[in-house]
Nanobody, 127 residues
Framework: QVQLVESGGALVQTGGSLRLACAAS????????LGWFRQAPGKEREFVVA????????YYADSVKGRFTISRDNAKNTAYLQMNSLQPEYTAVYYC????????????????????WGQGTQVTVSS
């Protein structure tokens, strides 16, 4: 099993920045991909960004390209999502998720490709 814990959500003003963290524990060696998703009130959970846990491929949703950057601290088994130029429409609960299959690349935006989820962290952007 893989456990994920998100942190870093907060209330920020339009144009501000936040860095979210996703700490992984347990059988982290079984992780192939790690993704971030977000869910706004009344909306479907949507893909934000994902990357190969072993390094290499990174995939961003078009809506966040140039604003969001994903990184990882190998020693801490922690992934970070740096979010800049935040807008009110980015208000949502942000979740990280781990994919435990090597075939996750085939459909990396699909939330059903991910096997373990964190509890989420709230990001609120005020106008």
């Amino acid at each position: 099993q893989v456990q994920l814990v998100e942190s870093g959500g907060a209330l920020v003003q339009t144009g501000g920045s936040l860095r979210l963290a996703c700490a992984a524990s347990g059988r982290t060696f079984s992780i192939y991909g790690l993704g971030w998703f977000r869910q706004a009130p009344g909306k479907e959970r949507e893909f934000v960004v994902a990357f190969s846990w072993s390094g290499g491929a990174t995939y961003y949703a078009d809506s966040v390209k140039g604003r969001f950057t994903i990184s990882r601290d190998n020693a801490k088994n922690t992934a970070y999502l740096q979010m800049n130029s935040l807008q009110p429409e980015y208000t949502a609960v942000y979740y990280c998720a781990a994919a435990l299959s090597p075939r996750w690349h085939a459909d990396y935006p699909g939330r059903y490709r991910y096997d373990s989820w964190g509890q989420g962290t709230q990001v609120t952007v005020s106008s």
